[in-house]
């Protein structure tokens, strides 16, 4: 209820901030019903910089997030209260409410899941534990020990902020309403750009399987469909009408894009090169087309900018751990960044056995809009629903070259959500996570298509067969936790018992924190640590996502042990399995390295649930002078 | 919202007319060809996305 209930202060004072800073740039949009949407959605993104700016000087606390609530509420509230009045007097739920049912029912039931503590996926790796490292500290706190520190983006920040506020409920609620703001965008830009329903499109992408696992595990990926969605609208809105305020629009909503995922960047760029063709094609001397191009260039790097510039401060590189060759980067090399991509590259061929393909590779880039709809399940480790983009898109897209009504807007719509994808998918990671806004994008595009290819009646039957379909699977993604987070939501589990039921990494952490001495540090021996369930200060050693302990120059235990005491580790955990591993070379010798370790220079404290506790012995005498003579 | 007419986009992908009645025969003859086409494509899609989840494919 609490969280509730500060979900939405935290939503009036965004939505109010995110008003009054787009009045102060002249980029409110000219829809007076559509300004509470783009408002609030503009707000969170700031919330997200302001969460940053307070972390950078240490306070990230209730009281100067409060002040600064009162602030952009003082500022914003009157276009605030105008925006609401106008958005209902719009709203129209004659032909809508059914989707707008079928939509809360599934919002009811995500809830339900985001009052249970996180289980599972980059949440408890790191979209939910740096945020919460930050919350605890009042602060930024250096993390050289995992580069996972370093990819915090606009949307993390919004989370630290509701963790410094409440805890993790609500800012998992934070990252639903980046969802429920996505849809939304979406149906407007359906249906106020494209002449479709918007009703239609926001409910088919609600309901997407893929749309569940985002909704209950947070993550950036929301974001950048909901400023992608709006970017598309405002992009097309100022086509039509050449407006300065819907150019200024595009720029701040695309820039917040680029803002929330380093592969958000692409969003931006899109825009820029659909706003530097129009402005070629147009009768505008070249001089004067140049100072709108920097008017969107600079405000959109403005609004994606806050956490590329801390990156670029704490590391020398704003992409880090990426773009090494060209920015280099503090605890990181080029060997790092070698293994990484051959990890990656490892990954990918795991799972594109689930085809019985291999990773893409020059035209075989062609199957991945079919393999991503028919085989999601071959790009990671999950069932084929929890990655499942549905039928709906790949079916009618190719029915846009029949639209005749708002005949561009369709097509470059699709066009961009095409070019969106194509692009992560050959230059990035072709993976049903990562392509998700150019998808969203795709899917608009499709309905006004499908409703020209079908005809009324049909159209509205395939709808609702694909609804049905997206509803079938998604519940299929129920098991095995939704009862139990029932159970703890209506106060029948306790939230521990719910995490040792089914988070054998709980199971182990619950009994490791008991271990370890509130003084003491534990080093964290495993390739991708998840280390949410952590509540003892640590450090994470991986020779996959770190180079601060640096595997390529330490051979033996004892340098590996005098690295960890430099480090004040008191204790180390360590994931069994890792001391098998032999995936490659290095992977074996840091085994080696890590057996010789644990068996030379520690103690064993407890095993259980596939990880085991240890205490690191004391220097010796003469170990401890010959470091000392070292250092 | 009414729809407007494009500032900057005056070019051959604006608008076509959407009469059917202006639409030569032999046009209507490619789009009806055309429509058959892409509902066979669509039809495809989803029996084969279906088939998949029912083990079937």
Same mark, same amino acid.
């Given at each position: 209820?609490?969280?509730?209930? =500060?979900?939405?202060?935290?939503?009036?004072?965004?939505?109010?901030?995110?008003?009054?800073?787009?009045?102060?740039? /002249?980029? +409110?949009?000219?829809?007076?019903?559509?300004?509470?949407?783009?408002?609030?959605?503009?707000?969170?993104?700031?919330?997200?910089?302001?969460?940053?700016? +307070? %972390?950078?000087?240490? !306070?990230?606390?209730? $009281?100067?997030? /409060?002040?600064?609530?009162?602030?952009?509420?003082?500022?914003?509230?009157?276009?605030?209260?105008?925006?609401?009045? !106008?958005?209902?007097?719009? *709203?129209?739920?004659?032909? !809508?409410?059914?989707?707008?049912?079928?939509?809360?029912?599934?919002? !009811?039931?995500?809830?339900?899941?985001?009052?249970?503590?996180?289980?599972?996926?980059?949440? *408890?790796?790191?979209?939910?534990?740096?945020?919460?490292?930050?919350?605890?500290?009042?602060?930024?706190?250096?993390?050289?020990?995992?580069?996972?520190?370093?990819?915090?983006?606009?949307?993390?920040?919004?989370?630290?902020?509701?963790?410094?506020?409440?805890?993790?409920?609500?800012?998992?609620?934070?990252? $639903?309403? +980046?969802?429920?703001?996505?849809?939304?965008?979406?149906?407007?830009?359906?249906?106020?750009?494209?002449? /479709?329903?918007?009703?239609?499109?926001?409910?088919?992408?609600?309901?997407?399987?893929?749309?569940?696992?985002?909704? *209950?595990?947070?993550?950036?990926?929301?974001?950048?469909?909901?400023?992608?969605?709006?970017?598309?609208? %405002?992009?097309?809105?100022?086509?039509?009408?050449?407006?300065?305020?819907?150019?200024? =629009?595009?720029?701040? *909503?695309? /820039?917040?894009?680029?803002?929330?995922?380093?592969?958000?960047?692409?969003?931006?760029?899109?825009?820029?090169?659909?706003?530097?063709v129009v402005l070629l094609r147009s009768e505008l001397p070249v001089r004067r087309a140049l100072g709108p191009v920097l008017a969107f260039g600079l405000l959109a790097f403005a609004c994606a900018s806050p956490c590329y510039v801390r990156n670029a401060v704490d590391t020398g590189n704003p992409l880090y751990p990426f773009g090494y060759s060209v920015f280099g980067g503090r605890h990181w090399s080029r060997a790092a960044s070698e293994y990484l991509a051959d990890y990656y590259e490892q990954y990918q061929t795991t799972y594109a056995a689930r085809r019985d393909g291999a990773p893409y590779a020059g035209v075989e880039l062609a199957r991945f809009p079919w393999d991503l709809t028919m085989h999601p399940e071959s790009f990671e480790n999950a069932a084929r629903q929890s990655l499942d983009v549905g039928p709906f898109a790949l079916a009618f897209l190719p029915a846009v070259l029949l639209v005749r009504r708002r005949r561009r807007a369709v097509l470059l719509t699709a066009a961009l959500g095409v070019a969106y994808a194509s692009v992560i998918a050959t230059a990035a990671w072709a993976h049903p996570r990562y392509v998700v806004p150019g998808v969203a994008l795709a899917l608009a595009a499709a309905v006004p298509a499908a409703r020209t290819l079908l005809g009324a009646r049909v159209f509205a039957a395939v709808v609702a067969l694909t609804v049905a379909g997206n509803l079938a699977l998604t519940s299929r993604l129920l098991r095995p936790l939704w009862s139990d987070q029932v159970r703890v939501a209506t106060g029948r589990l306790a939230p521990n018992t719910f995490l040792r039921r089914h988070s054998p990494r709980f199971a182990f952490w619950e009994r490791a924190n008991a271990a370890i001495p509130p003084d003491g540090r534990v080093l964290v021996l495993e390739k991708v640590p998840h280390p949410y369930y952590i509540e003892r200060p640590y450090v994470l050693a991986s020779y996959l996502e770190q180079g601060l302990v640096d595997y390529r120059a330490l051979r033996e235990p004892a340098a590996l042990a005098t690295a960890a005491r430099a480090l004040g580790v008191t204790h180390v955990a360590l994931d069994v399995s890792a001391l098998d591993a032999s995936g490659d070379p290095f992977e074996t010798d840091v085994a080696r390295l890590w057996r010789g370790f644990v068996g030379s220079e520690t103690d064993l404290v407890l095993r259980a649930d596939g990880f085991a506790l240890y205490a690191l012995r004391p220097a010796s005498a003469f170990a401890a002078r010959k470091a000392a003579a070292r250092g | 919202m009414q729809p407007r007419r494009s500032a900057f986009f005056p070019s051959s992908i604006d608008e076509a007319p959407a009469s059917p009645g202006t639409v030569g025969a032999e046009r209507l003859g490619v789009t009806t060809g055309a429509r058959l086409l892409l509902a066979a494509w669509a039809a495809a899609v989803y029996l084969a996305y279906w088939l998949g989840y029912l083990g079937l494919r």
């Open positions: 209820m609490i969280d509730a209930l =500060l979900l939405v202060l935290v939503l009036l004072a965004a939505a109010a901030g995110g008003l009054a800073v787009l009045r102060l740039m /002249g980029a +409110l949009p000219e829809a007076e019903d559509e300004r509470g949407l783009v408002g609030l959605a503009v707000g969170l993104g700031l919330a997200g910089a302001l969460g940053l700016a +307070l %972390a950078a000087v240490s !306070a990230l606390r209730p $009281a100067p997030l /409060g002040v600064a609530a009162a602030l952009a509420l003082a500022l914003g509230g009157r276009d605030l209260v105008f925006a609401v009045r !106008a958005a209902i007097r719009a *709203t129209n739920l004659r032909s !809508a409410w059914p989707f707008l049912l079928v939509c809360a029912v599934v919002l !009811a039931v995500e809830a339900t899941a985001m009052l249970a503590p996180p289980i599972g996926g980059d949440q *408890t790796k790191y979209h939910l534990v740096y945020p919460r490292l930050y919350a605890e500290r009042g602060g930024l706190v250096a993390t050289p020990w995992s580069f996972w520190g370093q990819m915090q983006f606009l949307p993390n920040f919004l989370f630290a902020i509701g963790f410094a506020l409440r805890g993790d409920v609500l800012a998992r609620f934070l990252n $639903a309403m +980046l969802g429920v703001l996505a849809a939304l965008a979406l149906s407007r830009l359906v249906g106020r750009r494209l002449g /479709g329903p918007g009703a239609v499109a926001g409910a088919l992408f609600f309901t997407l399987p893929i749309t569940f696992s985002l909704m *209950t595990r947070a993550g950036a990926d929301l974001a950048v469909v909901l400023y992608g969605a709006l970017a598309a609208s %405002a992009l097309l809105d100022w086509m039509d009408t050449g407006r300065a305020s819907d150019l200024r =629009l595009v720029a701040v *909503t695309a /820039g917040l894009a680029g803002g929330s995922k380093v592969m958000g960047l692409l969003v931006p760029a899109l825009a820029g090169l659909v706003v530097v | -």
